[in-house]
């Protein structure tokens, strides 16, 4: 079993869509949970990351985190084209434990 | 704007030559990391390190080794290149202590003929 699930995609939506993308792990020791997003052909960026359980909003973002059953989901609302990206969730501290990544094509 | 650079964006080597990839920050990070990413198997962790002439091997060391003279400076070495070893090469650092995750290079493409 991988310590992080991530479910490949692709993902297709319309413009505007609300989407979820989500994640597993096996580690309960985890207590920061990040999310990335990578273009292609760039390297991954830094979109947010959470402390332990609950949830935290970015603008159109939000990152729930639900330690009790090892679930990471991230929320876009209103989606955009320039969301089209693939995203990786990545729980850890000092050493990163990165999901495949979700393939997200957001249509206009 | 901080950065980290790697040297090259595109690479063609041969098998069985050594390849150096070069990665530079400039964010006086203690941690620097190297992964590969290839389609499916998403990020794998090569070498890291958390601090200068330090090294410790990740989850795919083999075939790889890494040098850290200068805190700055990371970089990893191919010593004998096979063609599994074609594939994207990403250079990450980050802060010791601080949950603020990491910082990527923009990788280097390497293809192994």
């Known amino acids: 079993q991988k310590e992080v699930e991530q479910d490949p995609g692709p993902l297709s939506v319309p413009e505007g869509a609300i989407v979820s993308l989500n994640c597993t792990y096996s580690?309960?020791?985890?207590?920061?949970f990040m999310w990335y997003r990578q273009y292609s052909r760039k390297g991954p960026e830094l979109l947010m990351y959470?402390?332990?359980?609950g949830n935290k909003e970015d603008g159109r973002f939000t990152a729930q985190v639900d330690k009790s059953s090892k679930y990471i989901s991230l929320f876009i609302r209103d989606s955009q084209p320039s969301d089209s990206a693939t995203y990786l969730c990545?729980?850890?501290?000092?050493?990163?434990?990165f999901g495949t990544g979700t393939r997200l094509l957001v249509s206009p | 704007d901080v950065k980290v650079t790697q040297s090259s964006r595109y690479l063609v080597k041969r098998t069985g030559e050594k390849v150096f990839l070069e990665c530079v920050q400039d964010?006086?990070?203690?941690?620097m990391f190297w992964y590969r990413q290839d389609p499916g198997l998403g990020l794998r962790l090569i070498y890291f390190?958390?601090?200068?002439?330090?090294?410790e091997k990740g989850d795919i060391p083999e075939g790889y080794s890494v040098s850290r003279e200068k805190k700055e400076r990371f970089s990893l070495i191919l010593e004998s290149a096979s063609t599994n070893q074609t594939s994207m090469y990403l250079c990450?650092?980050?802060?010791?202590?601080?949950?603020?995750?990491?910082?990527f290079g923009s990788g280097t493409r390497l293809t192994v003929v």
């Open positions: 964010m006086d990070h203690e941690n």
């Open positions: 580690n309960s020791a985890f207590q920061y």
């Open positions: 390190s958390y601090d200068v002439k330090m090294k």
């Open positions: 959470t402390y332990s359980s």
């Open positions: 990545a729980p850890g501290f000092q050493k990163l434990v």
């Open positions: 990450a650092s980050s802060v010791s202590g601080a949950p603020t995750g990491y910082t």
